[in-house]
């Protein structure tokens, strides 16, 4: 167990909609970054979070943001869902440079 | 911008036999590799790092990958496997002091047959 949470385990929605995935990281890590795998893309980095602020983008697409709480908290929002969105999103949290922990990820189907 | 590439996707191999995972890297800049396992149906787990030092790393289960630094390689080896050892590995890489996003490989999947 590696203490990051990620709800729900499992979503299946339809083209179109708008879902919400929640992190809570490691206690004390103030650094969230979401990734999605997929079966086309692999593993690719979406966005970071420090401290509320966000401090990196990667390959996330306009259709998607994310935002950190005070709480330390994250959330990935997705719209106007597609069926290549499907895809498994991974939080990690980390306290340094040199390390990240990933939470068991959120498995989004698309139907 | 950093690139992995993980030069086997798919690695048989006996169980107690060795095995060697390979993956190389390229960077403009310095970097902080990392070796991941995923499991089926569970998240990423990391199973060594190499940050600066020795280039010979120790990780858990019994794994260990060297950096060389003029192959920009870092294998992942083990000398003995296990049935348990399959799984999918990856292979990753952060820019230090560049956000330390990281940038993963393509993945190798470890198939230990008995």
């Known amino acids: 167990d590696s203490g990051v949470t990620q709800t729900p385990k499992h979503l299946i929605t339809a083209t179109g909609q708008r879902v919400t995935l929640r992190c809570s990281p490691r206690?004390?890590?103030?650094?969230v970054y979401w990734y999605q795998q997929s079966l086309d893309q692999g593993l690719q980095f979406l966005i970071q979070y420090y401290n509320g602020e966000e401090r990196a983008k990667g390959n996330i697409l306009e259709r998607f943001s994310a935002q950190q709480f005070p709480d330390l908290h994250s959330e990935l929002n997705l719209s106007s869902l597609e069926l290549g969105d499907s895809a498994l999103y991974f939080c990690a949290s980390s306290p340094s440079a040199a390390e990240q922990f990933f939470g068991p990820g959120t498995r989004l189907t698309v139907l | 911008a950093q690139s992995v590439t993980q030069l086997d996707s798919q690695v048989p191999v006996f169980e107690e036999a060795p095995v060697e995972l390979r993956c190389n890297y390229s960077s403009s800049v310095s970097v902080y590799l990392f070796w991941y396992v995923q499991y089926p149906n569970q998240g990423l787990q990391l199973l060594l790092k190499y940050l600066s030092g020795s280039t010979l790393v120790k990780g858990i289960n019994g794994f260990e990958a060297e950096f060389n630094k003029s192959q920009t390689s870092f294998h992942l080896r083990k000398p003995s496997v296990h049935i348990s050892d399959t799984a999918e590995y990856f292979c990753a890489v952060s820019e230090q002091n560049a956000g330390n996003m990281l940038t993963f490989g393509g993945g190798t999947r470890l198939m230990v047959k008995p």
């Open positions: 206690s004390g890590d103030l650094s």
